[in-house]
């Protein structure tokens, strides 16, 4: 600007790879950052045939056809056609143990999905009240937002849309059919939760489930991380009074695994009775010597880190009566305290 004017807009911050907007960052009158939400977004939902009516499923307004769209597809020159099947809830992603048809209703496919205006208009904002009020607006992929301001304020809420659920809470395939069960579109702005100026003065995300009791129900559960991160930059936080931008630097850059210190001593007891292998008995001086804490340098991190992934699978694997290994882990991170009283117990097992 000329004349010595202030610039309409000075920001400092981060993209994503080919994103537009700031994902972490600062105008000079708020800050802010975001983390996965992994809040529930996403429905399987059963489609019930209609007798005599092949290519039809029910609805709460009678029979409909299923879409049938064709796709082309073409890499490096070589094309194929794709067949979508397509409902008014979304596409036929597959059949489930039973053979019923699942339909995937999810934010994602919806008009309005992808709303770049609120997000730009972030940068823009020059309050936390503001900067809520835009999140509640926009269309991205659900995030956790962290915001403060030059007040003194800071705040967390959900920026995207939340579905509105009624009659179930997500955590089933369910059908849609008889208008008892769906979505209501998404929640009123007034209707997400927000986490504002808690007494402790602090908000910590990593990825996390943040709310509990109703406002937990309201958002469900779209597989958050474990916590153990949330746990330790938790910790941190309290650890001290006052912060200046090299201690938050710090936080970001810890990489102490408190979580991983129990399944370090459980591999190193039970490499140390398996000494005469070759290969164990080679893991037992880097498990020994990890160093607690994940380091691109560290041999014995990876090794823990992979021997609690084995556990849990196996754990899961049994508990669904699995032959082999799923392509798909669908282990609940929220099960570590379950997986370590197990183990600790270790209940005899059941008499055939």
């Given at each position: 600007p000329s004349g010595g004017a202030e610039p309409e807009s000075d920001l400092t911050g981060v993209t994503l790879p080919g994103g537009p907007t700031l994902v972490a960052g600062s105008n000079g009158k708020i800050a802010w950052g975001y983390t996965n939400s992994y809040i529930d977004t996403s429905d399987a939902v059963v489609l019930e045939p209609v007798a005599g009516r092949p290519g039809h499923?029910?609805?709460?307004?009678?029979?409909?056809?299923?879409?049938?769209?064709?796709?082309?597809?073409?890499?490096?020159?070589?094309?194929?056609?794709?067949?979508?099947?397509?409902?008014?809830?979304?596409?036929?992603?597959?059949?489930?143990?039973?053979?019923?048809?699942?339909?995937?209703?999810w934010s994602a496919h919806d008009p309005g999905a992808v709303r770049i205006a609120p997000t730009l208009a972030m940068e823009q904002a020059g309050s936390v009240a503001e900067a809520i009020a835009l999140a509640h607006q926009s269309g991205i992929p659900q995030q956790n937002l962290v915001v403060g301001d030059r007040s003194g304020a800071i705040a967390w809420t959900i920026?995207?849309?939340v579905p509105a659920r009624y009659g179930f809470d997500g955590r089933d395939a369910v059908s849609f059919a008889d208008g008892s069960r769906g979505w209501r579109g998404y929640r009123t702005p007034g209707e997400v939760p927000v986490v504002?100026?808690?007494?402790?003065?602090?908000?910590?995300?990593?990825?996390?489930?943040?709310?509990?009791?109703?406002?937990?129900?309201?958002?469900?559960?779209?597989?958050?991380?474990?916590?153990?991160?949330?746990?330790?930059?938790?910790?941190?936080?309290?650890?001290?009074?006052?912060?200046?931008?090299?201690?938050?630097?710090?936080?970001?850059?810890?990489?102490?695994?408190?979580?991983n210190r129990f399944w370090q001593q459980v591999m190193a007891a039970e490499l140390a009775k398996r000494r005469s292998d070759r290969t164990l008995g080679a893991m037992i001086e880097p498990v020994a010597a990890w160093g607690g804490r994940a380091s691109p340098g560290s041999a014995g991190y990876r090794l823990v880190a992979g021997f609690r992934e084995a556990v849990v699978e196996s754990f899961y694997k049994a508990y669904l009566g699995e032959p082999e290994k799923p392509r798909t882990s669908f282990a609940a991170a929220q099960g570590e305290g379950t997986l370590r009283r197990l183990l600790r117990a270790r209940p005899p097992a059941p008499v055939p």
């Open positions: 499923y029910a609805t709460p307004a009678g029979p409909r056809p299923i879409r049938s769209i064709v796709e082309r597809l073409c890499v490096g020159g070589a094309c194929e056609d794709f067949r979508v099947e397509e409902t008014i809830w979304g596409p036929i992603v597959g059949k489930d143990a039973f053979g019923r048809r699942i339909a995937m209703r920026m995207g849309r504002l100026n808690p007494a402790a003065g602090r908000i910590w995300t990593a990825n996390s489930r943040v709310m509990g009791g109703a406002d937990y129900a309201k958002l469900g559960d779209g597989r958050y991380d474990t916590g153990a991160r949330a746990g330790r930059i938790r910790d941190l936080l309290f650890a001290r009074d006052r912060f200046e931008p090299r201690d938050f630097l710090a936080i970001q850059l810890d990489g102490v695994s408190v979580r």
